[in-house]
């Protein structure tokens, strides 16, 4: 059975440095990772997909790698901002069954970046 | 704008009733799913859809009903077997189908207390 981790579970930076989340999976048998954000009280926002075949994806100040091998995908946010603040989760999907994908959800990371 | 609605924000369920919380997406997506989400804990899946008239159950489905007699809308019963029903529901819906994967989009969740 899949399982996820994130490490740390809590994490607070100030203004401006550039900082590295982790995720950690069990079956490197997936179908992509995601990461996701998520504001107090809100749902989910994507940010990332990384394919099973890619080593990394960027957006913006956002750069997410993969290494199945190993079982582990990193998050980089660069030159973080107070608005960078939320809980930000990762999830493996194993192969989908019928068009639809089981994600399997880390517990997440808070991230606070003080001004 | 596309999207996800997810309502009431807040329900309060009463000792030996059911409630309903509503899920309907403007996104045209084949896949629908419900998870549940407890404090400090990552998303855990309860049901979920491919198609119309079609649902699965996910890792804790015990006490929690479902239903997709249209493609927009999956509504979530919990009923008065589920023991533990506060949590924050979260409903999201991706593309399904062959292709490259695409990442779920979420609604705002339903925060569901005991009275």
Redesign the interface.
């Known amino acids: 059975k899949q399982e996820v981790t994130q490490i740390p579970a809590a994490l607070s930076v100030p203004e401006g440095e550039n900082l590295v989340l982790n995720c950690s999976f069990t079956d490197s048998a997936i179908y992509n990772l995601q990461w996701f954000r998520q504001d107090p009280g809100k749902g989910l926002t994507s940010l990332l997909l990384i394919q099973s075949s890619q080593r990394e994806q960027t957006s913006g100040r956002l750069n997410a790698s993969l290494d199945k091998s190993s079982g582990r995908s990193t998050l980089y946010i660069a030159a973080s901002q107070p608005g960078d603040s939320a809980t930000y989760l990762c999830a493996a999907s194993p192969p989908p069954q019928g068009g639809s994908e089981k994600l399997v959800f880390g517990k997440g990371t808070k991230l606070t970046v003080n001004p | 704008d596309g999207g996800?609605t997810?309502s009431p924000k807040y329900l309060f369920r009463k000792e030996g009733q059911n409630v309903t919380l509503s899920c309907e997406q403007n996104l045209n997506h084949?896949?629908m799913?419900w998870y549940r989400q407890d404090p400090?804990?990552?998303?855990?899946?309860i049901y979920?859809?491919?198609?119309v008239n079609d649902f699965?159950k996910?890792d804790i489905a015990e006490g929690y009903s479902v239903s997709r007699e249209k493609k927009e809308s999956f509504p979530l019963t919990v009923t008065s077997a589920q023991k533990n029903p506060t949590a924050f529901y979260?409903c999201?819906s991706?593309r399904?189908?062959?292709g490259?994967?695409?990442?779920?989009?979420?609604?705002?969740?339903t925060?569901l207390s005991i009275l």
């Open positions: 996800i997810q084949d896949a799913y400090g804990q990552g998303l855990r899946l979920y859809s491919q198609i699965q996910g979260l999201a991706s399904g189908g062959s490259p994967p695409r990442p779920q989009h979420f609604g705002d969740g925060r």
